[in-house]
T-cell receptor, first 113, second 118 residues
Framework: QQQVKQSPQSLIVQKGGISIINCAYENTAFDYFPWYQQFPGKGPALLIAIRPDVSEKKEGRFTISFNKSAKQFSLHIMDSQPGDSATYFCAANSGAGSYQLTFGKGTKLSVIP | GAGVSQSPSNKVTEKGKDVELRCDPISGHTALYWYRQSLGQGLEFLIYFQGNSAPDKSGLPSDRFSAERTGGSVSTLTIQRTQQEDSAVYLC????????????????FGPGTRLTVL
């Protein structure tokens, strides 16, 4: 059972464009939703995260939009740059148990000049 | 300071052999996780250590997988009688001790060990 569904699998965006990656979750106990960025040969690194008490969080060019009723959240990358080319993972966890992250399958983003 | 380190970075082994993968967490991080990343898949939780508490082994896929954490620091993931489906990148992550809402403390990932089983 895949608890966090992520789309698209891959995305090609022109430099300066907006990249949008979507995730949907099933477990209503989830209450923390981070996005991780992973470059080849590296481990994932936290990019931005949101709690469900807000509908949007912005950090620089990166914005998370959160829709609690629809159980969906998305990452928007404004003014996408070639250096943003990486694999992005959405994740979720609940404030219980071991707090392990449940990850989506990832989106490979390529930003072309 | 130093981040999470893992060794070896790459491991090639033959089917049926045992392998050991090592993780050195960030100093002071009492929580340690192992995840597995298979090609085209997200990260799959394997096991969690928190201080001296009993580990959460609920993500281990079979009894061929085991892990230990000595002295609350270094952790070793052992895979016995490796199979080709064990080929993946094994990632370790650590985070600071929890305060209120500490589940939301960032998990810091190491670079992973790429395991190839021939």
């Amino acid at each position: 059972q895949q608890q966090v569904k992520q789309s698209p699998q891959s995305l090609i965006v022109q430099k300066g464009g907006i990249s949008i990656i979507n995730c949907a979750y099933e477990n209503t106990a989830f209450d923390y939703f981070p996005w991780y960025q992973q470059f080849p040969g590296k481990g994932p690194a936290l990019l931005i995260a949101i709690r469900p008490d807000v509908s949007e969080k912005k950090e620089g060019r990166f914005t998370i939009s959160f829709n609690k009723s629809a159980k969906q959240f998305s990452l928007h990358i404004m003014d996408s740059q070639p250096g943003d080319s990486a694999t992005y993972f959405c994740a979720a966890n609940s404030g219980a148990g071991s707090y392990q992250l449940t990850f989506g399958k990832g989106t490979k983003l390529s930003v072309i000049p | 300071g130093a981040g999470v380190s893992q060794s070896p970075s790459n491991k090639v082994t033959e089917k049926g052999k045992d392998v050991e993968l090592r993780c050195d967490p960030i100093s002071g991080h009492t929580a340690l996780y192992w995840y597995r990343q298979s090609l085209g898949q997200g990260l799959e939780f394997l096991i969690y250590f928190q201080g001296n508490s009993a580990p959460d082994k609920s993500g281990l896929p079979s009894d061929r997988f085991s892990a230990e954490r000595t002295g609350g620091s270094v952790s070793t993931l052992t895979i016995q009688r490796t199979q080709q489906e064990d080929s993946a990148v094994y990632l370790c992550a650590s985070r600071e001790p929890g305060l209120a809402g500490g589940s939301y403390n960032e998990q810091f990932f190491g670079p992973g060990t790429r395991l190839t089983v021939l």
